[in-house]
Each structure stands twice: as structure tokens, then as C-alpha cells.
């Protein structure tokens, strides 16, 4: 199995900045992607930002300029640098990778636990 464990969340002033972090560990035979989702209360989960295959990344329009994603190889790690934070930017986010936990497995999806991240006006 995969467990992601995520840190790094609270209540920040707009324009405030906040670093996520989400570390993987289990059973990973090959990782396709690593990233994060947000959902607000009432609203969808959407994808913030991802790593695909370690190299090419892909961000949210709305956080484009503002947030950067980045990732540790070697500790399994992947980090949401969030600056210039906005109070639309307030939701509970998600940390995702997507990966092949044995040779033999499909591609499957696996989530943390959520952090909530509050931005005040």
C-alpha cells in the first residue's frame, strides 16, 4: 500500500505565503505523477498543480505565477510553494500521486489525509 502524509497547512493573511509538503512511502514500484488538488466547501476537487514523470509540470490558471511545485526524488517528497495567497485560495488541499505500487499492479490513484489551507482577507 502508499501512504501519503501532508504538513503544512493554516490560516495565513492574503498575501501570505505557506509551503505543503507531502512525503510518499509503501509500496511504489514506479510513480507517473505526483501533485495537489484543492476542493472548497460546495465545489469540486481540482488539480493545483502536478509533476509528471519527475520533469514536466502542469498548474491551475489561477495559481500560474503565484504557486510553484517542486519534488525530492530520493525522499519521495513532493512541495507546494504557495505565495501571494488569495482568500479564493482557501480550501482543503489534497496531495496525489499517481503510480504503480508493484510490477504486477495497475495504475492507481492514491490521496493524503487533506490539509486545510485558510487565507483572510
Known amino acids: 500500500q502508499v501512504q501519503l502524509v501532508e504538513s503544512g497547512g493554516g490560516l495565513v493573511q492574503a498575501g501570505g505565503s505557506l509551503r505543503l509538503s507531502c512525503a510518499a512511502s509503501g509500496s511504489i514500484f514506479v510513480t507517473f505523477a505526483m501533485g495537489w488538488y484543492r476542493q472548497a466547501p460546495g465545489k469540486q476537487r481540482d488539480l493545483v498543480a502536478n509533476i509528471i514523470l519527475g520533469a514536466s509540470t502542469n498548474y491551475a490558471d489561477s495559481v500560474k505565477g503565484r504557486f510553484t511545485i517542486s519534488r525530492d526524488n530520493a525522499k519521495n517528497t513532493v512541495f507546494l510553494q504557495m505565495d501571494s495567497l488569495k482568500p479564493e485560495d482557501t480550501a482543503v488541499y489534497y496531495c496525489?500521486?499517481?503510480?504503480?505500487?508493484?510490477?504486477?499492479?495497475?495504475?492507481?490513484?492514491?490521496w493524503g489525509q487533506g490539509t486545510q489551507v485558510t487565507v483572510s482577507s
Open positions: 496525489n500521486i499517481r503510480a504503480r505500487s508493484t510490477v504486477w499492479s495497475t495504475v492507481s490513484d492514491y
